[in-house]
């Protein structure tokens, strides 16, 4: 089972910009898409962006789109998400996660089957 474990979150004020990291174990991490995903309190998982296996592809939710970007580095088994211009609205949990192949969508949480922990982003208006 892979392990992910993502860095970089933090406290910034509205309007800056923070990059998140997820490492990831194993040597198969160039044979999967990924994912990451946000949850704000009292609310549910959403999803965020995503990269394919080898980043020729991204994907991402209206909410973020032209301020975030994901990106990935095979030979460092690291995904990262750089976000900018950030909104108080953009403060929540954020979670990477390792797409599992299936016939779900991006967008899907029912798509990926592993999880880091979070790291926690809190953006102060």
């Known amino acids: 089972q892979v392990q992910l474990v993502e860095s970089g979150g933090g406290l910034v004020q509205a309007g800056g910009s923070l990059r998140l990291s997820c490492a990831a174990s194993?040597?198969?991490?160039?044979?999967?898409?990924m994912g990451w995903f946000r949850q704000a309190p009292a609310k549910e998982r959403e999803f965020v962006a995503a990269?394919?296996?080898?980043?020729?592809?991204?994907y991402y939710a209206a909410s973020v789109k032209g301020r975030f970007t994901i990106s990935r580095d095979n030979a460092k088994n690291t995904v990262y998400l750089q976000m900018n211009s950030l909104k108080f609205e953009d403060t929540a949990v954020y979670y990477c996660?390792?797409?599992?192949?299936?016939?779900?969508?991006?967008?899907?949480?029912?798509?990926?089957?592993?999880w880091g922990q979070g790291t926690q982003v809190t953006v102060s208006s």
């Open positions: 996660a390792r797409d599992r192949g299936g016939t779900y969508a991006y967008t899907s949480i029912e798509e990926y089957d592993s």
């Open positions: 194993g040597r198969t991490f160039s044979s999967y898409a």
């Open positions: 990269i394919s296996r080898r980043g020729g592809s991204s």
